[in-house]
């Protein structure tokens, strides 16, 4: 056998091989001319290797970064790989596929560059899978695995169903607006307005006059009637913030509203009828407040028919993670950017910190990344001074990589589920003794 016919069975092994990878590969020459496309490559273009071979390959991908940012170009031109980097390539059909490619330089036998390579591998199954995971975890605008606020998901349709005032309870930054406004979205009372007024920004008198309105000639400036908030959410919600910072004498006036379903406009000498839901939100405990006398006890009971408690962000760590990907897809769109993650130690510091601010810190932390981030991935020196200097105040076991924790968390959780957080059956199904259960529940704050 002389040497052609080796390099012609080493050539169709090669194209053997090739063409039973899962992942699309070609090559292309120096000029960017597609010089081998195997059989992946078709089924993840929609182009056949005829019309391939021979043709320029962004003509062929159609990529987003063909024109500014060639991976492979890049290769070629700096002789370096580029590796898993997300882009969407445009499909004979139209529609856009987004992909993860690599590229690395071709060189022959004698070490000179003769072209170049890319492997592409589809990420359509993953991004199906990941929207699937993210509707799992979110009801309206708020998202969440953290089992205490999966619990309120399962009971919040059937709070949106009834009529009840509904009390929640939260620390700042916790999202109760949020969760009133999914009750008023899942409400029969959605197709009319929802109107949230912060109860602690305003004084007594305007306070008044922005809830129930006031008739032409009520004061001096009076030149026409003006229509409060009950009257503007009509067969609507009203949602009330702060509703602790309330004077005695607007309670008065609110307990009136929820017991005969009435209110006077300020200067009006006739009660008028309303048909609003009323959704209160506090920071503080109101029964607290009622035993220190600092707020009426019969108005906590119309307003606590219906109670949510929404936990600290440091209480639902699992959170961190999908509120993470969803400020930065949110920052992402808002001001038109493509930052694909956070750093693992960036993830780290913001797990182990304690987050006074809640929610709200933690998306204002991720905006201040965005504005000092000028790369895809944001790293600990693109965080806030204050917050990246910052000690941690419950470190996580350092011997232990953050992957692995996670896993453990996720499956904890997950048998815990199952079996209903029954200890007993979670621990049998496990194969573990109670008692490390317990620790490691403690452990990930199960």
Not at 8 to 29: K, P, Q, R, Y
Not at 164 to 174: A, E, K
Not at 215 to 237: E, I, S
Not at 300 to 324: A, S, T
Request: charged share 25%; aromatic share 6%; proline share 4%.
């Amino acid at each position: 056998m002389n040497s052609k016919f080796y390099e012609s069975l080493t050539e169709n092994h090669t194209n053997i091989i090739l063409d039973s990878v899962a992942d699309g590969v070609f090559t292309v020459d120096e000029d960017m001319r597609i010089t081998y496309f195997n059989r992946a490559a078709e089924k993840i273009t929609g182009i056949t290797r005829d019309q391939a071979v021979g043709q320029f390959c962004f003509d062929i991908l159609k990529a987003n970064i063909c024109e500014k940012s060639c991976a492979l170009r890049c290769s070629l031109e700096s002789e370096s790989e580029v590796v898993n980097k997300h882009v969407n390539i445009l499909r004979t059909d139209g529609k856009q596929i987004p992909v993860s490619i690599s590229t690395a330089v071709l060189r022959d036998e004698e070490g000179n560059k003769v072209g170049g390579v890319e492997t592409l591998r589809d990420l359509s199954p993953f991004e199906v899978l990941q929207k699937e995971i993210r509707c799992a975890y979110t009801l309206e605008d708020i998202i969440s695995k953290n089992h205490r606020i999966r619990q309120i998901f399962d009971i919040l349709p059937n709070i949106a169903e009834s009529d009840s005032t509904v009390l929640i309870q939260g620390p700042s930054g916790s999202g109760k607006e949020l969760f009133a406004r999914a009750i008023h979205n899942l409400s029969p009372r959605n197709q009319h307005a929802f109107i949230a007024i912060n109860c602690g920004a305003l004084p007594d008198t305007l306070l008044e006059s922005e809830l129930f309105g006031y008739v032409k000639g009520a004061f001096t400036d009076a030149k026409k009637n003006k229509p409060g908030r009950f009257a503007l959410a009509k067969g609507g919600t009203v949602f009330l913030d702060e509703v602790e910072s309330l004077s005695p004498a607007m309670q008065v006036k609110l307990l009136r509203v929820l017991q005969e379903k009435e209110f006077e406009p300020l200067g009006a000498i006739s009660a008028v009828q309303t048909d609003v839901r009323v959704i209160a939100a506090t920071k503080n405990v109101l029964s607290e407040m009622v035993n220190d006398g600092t707020f009426r006890d019969d108005l906590f009971f119309r307003l606590n028919v219906v109670k949510l408690e929404l936990p600290l962000l440091r209480e639902r760590r699992d959170d961190i993670p999908i509120l993470v990907e969803h400020f930065i897809e949110k920052f992402n769109h808002k001001m038109r950017r493509r930052i694909e993650s956070v750093s693992g130690n960036v993830l780290q510091l913001l797990m182990q910190y304690d987050f006074p601010g809640n929610i709200r810190e933690l998306e204002n932390i991720i905006e201040h990344a965005f504005v000092m981030c000028r790369g895809e991935i944001i790293q600990l020196h693109h965080l806030p001074i204050e917050f990246s200097q910052r000690k941690p105040t419950n470190p996580l076991n350092q011997q232990e990589p953050m992957p692995l924790q996670a896993a453990e968390q996720h499956l904890l959780r997950e048998v815990l589920e199952k079996h209903d957080w029954n200890k007993v059956a979670t621990a049998k199904e496990l194969g573990v003794h109670r008692a490390t259960l317990y620790r490691k529940m403690k452990k990930h704050g199960l």
